[in-house]
């Protein structure tokens, strides 16, 4: 069965740091990975997705990710941390080769400090 | 461009009650679908629509049905309520294949007493 994890239910960073929110995945077939942040009492807005081609995908907002193959993980990252990224963040992964439906992870909460 | 949206944005039933989630998008796209978000487990799919006059189920039917009969709307029923139904719902709409990304309406808050 397809799955996708996030290991930590809430990532703190300081203001000006870099941050990694950490996505694992299983799935047979080529992945499609999606990051998706969820800011309050609003819905899910898209970052970025990996479907081929280079392993370092640059998404809205300063976010990127890496797709690694070899670990199955797909890590958000961004350089510098700013306050106002402070939200939920979901990881999802296409469920199954030949299917329109995506599987989401259980969401990491990253609460950036000034 | 109003994107996705969703009426109502509150809801409260009584256990046995109906009512029905209206979802409209106005960016022509051709995919659709019904997410629930609980605490603790991310979003759930419960059905989801590859065209007009077409619905699928997804993760989490049961209890639910949905109905597509304009390419711009999704409706998502409930025809008695449980309290197990109490939950934030969510409808997405993608231009076309997995590949495109979905965008997400603004969330209706139901719950069920």
């Known amino acids: 069965a397809q799955s996708v994890a996030q290991p930590e239910d809430q990532v703190n960073v300081a203001e000006g740091n870099p941050l990694t929110v950490k996505c694992t995945y299983s799935v047979s077939g080529n992945p499609y990975l999606f990051w998706y942040v969820q800011y309050p009492n609003r819905g899910l807005q898209f970052l970025l997705k990996?479907?081929?081609?280079?392993?370092l995908v640059k998404g809205s907002y300063g976010f990127e990710a890496e797709f690694n193959k070899s670990q199955t993980s797909f890590h958000l990252k961004k350089p510098s941390a700013l306050v106002s990224d402070s939200a939920l963040y979901f990881c999802a992964v296409r469920d199954g080769q030949w299917t329109d439906k995506l599987i989401f992870g259980t969401g990491t909460r990253l609460q950036v400090f000034p | 461009n109003a994107g996705v949206t969703q009426t109502p944005k509150f809801r409260v039933l009584k256990t046995g009650q109906s009512m029905t989630l209206l979802c409209a998008q106005d960016?022509?796209?051709?995919?659709m679908y019904w997410y629930r978000q609980d605490p603790g487990m991310g979003l759930r799919l419960i059905h989801y629509s590859v065209g007009e006059g077409t619905t699928a189920k997804g993760e989490v039917p049961d209890g639910y049905n949905v109905s597509r009969l304009k390419k711009q709307n999704f409706l998502l029923g409930l025809e008695s309520a449980a309290p197990s139904q109490t939950s934030v719902y969510f409808c997405a709409s993608s231009y076309r294949t997995i590949t495109y990304e979905q965008y997400f309406g603004p969330g209706t808050r139901l719950t069920v007493t």
């Open positions: 960016m022509n796209h051709e995919y």
């Open positions: 990996y479907i081929t081609g280079d392993n």
